[in-house]
């Protein structure tokens, strides 16, 4: 799962070094699923934070 978020953060990157470059296109279909990412990255960052204090991150 790391892998496959960490390449939003890579297109990111992209976004802001490349504006004028990027096809708005491609921004449109690659945000669309990454943001599908995201919900499943939440749990992931609560289940850590509830392995110090269980409960107290929802």
Known sequence: FAQEIAKSAGFRNAIVHEYNEIDKNIVYQTVGEAIKQYP???QYIL???NSFSPGKYL
């Open 40 to 42: 499943e990255y939440c």
């Open 47 to 49: 289940n850590f934070l």
